[in-house]
């Protein structure tokens, strides 16, 4: 498993991964993808800094730029976002067996929850303490989302002159029904411009 020294995988010689497994890290990784799967609402956007806070604050498994670099990644690439990011930590941290394990835990609570409520959804669609349960999650899950936002762009260093950018996004597929797809490459296209403009005018070397 070889790539670019720089990127976000490396090799996993360098980390040692192939020398020895660190079976203890990987238990510690599924109960943690494990809570992290049984008690977050929201969806990924939601889990996004709950994992950030496990992997990078709590346990030290990666950088913050290293994780911000994963997460860009999973929000760009199709399929579930809580399961992209599972899989690239978990493969960045202990290789294919990692992703494994924190894909698979990191759903399984999940896929019971929700198997659970389709057999008995019937029953406690109008129980009024139900409802009120999930009335009282629902602000909270606004503030989950909101919370990694305020830390990715803090980590990254943006200033305030780059804030316009999020907000006419949001704004293109809010009101003019702008496509995220669409969003995606012309971010893509319009960073790998702006990144051959920076190293050109810094006399063409390269990063």
Same mark, same amino acid.
């Given at each position: 498993m070889q790539s670019l020294k720089n990127g976000i995988f490396v090799d996993?010689?360098?980390k040692g991964l192939?020398?020895?497994r660190d079976w203890r890290q990987l238990l510690q990784m599924a109960k943690t993808f494990f809570?992290?799967?049984g008690f977050t609402f929201g969806g990924g956007q939601a889990m996004i800094q709950l994992i950030r /806070?496990?992997?990078v604050d709590k346990y030290g498994w990666l950088e913050?730029?290293?994780?911000?670099d994963l997460f860009a990644m999973a929000?760009?690439?199709p399929g579930i976002l809580a399961v992209n990011i599972a899989i690239f930590v978990g493969y960045r941290i202990q290789g294919?067996?990692?992703a494994l394990v924190c894909a698979f835990f990191g759903t399984m609570p999940s896929f019971v929850i929700i198997l659970l409520l389709a057999m008995f959804a019937s029953d406690v669609k109008d129980n009024p303490t139900v409802e009120a349960i999930f009335k009282g999650i629902r602000p909270v899950v606004v503030a989950l989302i909101a919370a990694p936002t305020i /830390?990715?762009?803090q980590a990254l260093g943006l200033g305030w002159k780059w804030v316009w950018i999020p907000i006419v996004v949001a704004l293109s597929i809010w009101l003019l029904g702008v496509s995220p797809v669409a969003v995606i490459f012309i971010s893509a296209f319009l960073g790998w411009f702006y990144t051959i403009y920076i190293v050109r005018s810094k006399g063409g070397e390269e990063k």
């Open positions: 996993m010689k360098e192939q020398k020895r809570l992290i799967g /806070t496990e992997v913050d730029k290293e994780f911000i929000q760009s690439l294919f067996l990692g /830390t990715v762009w």
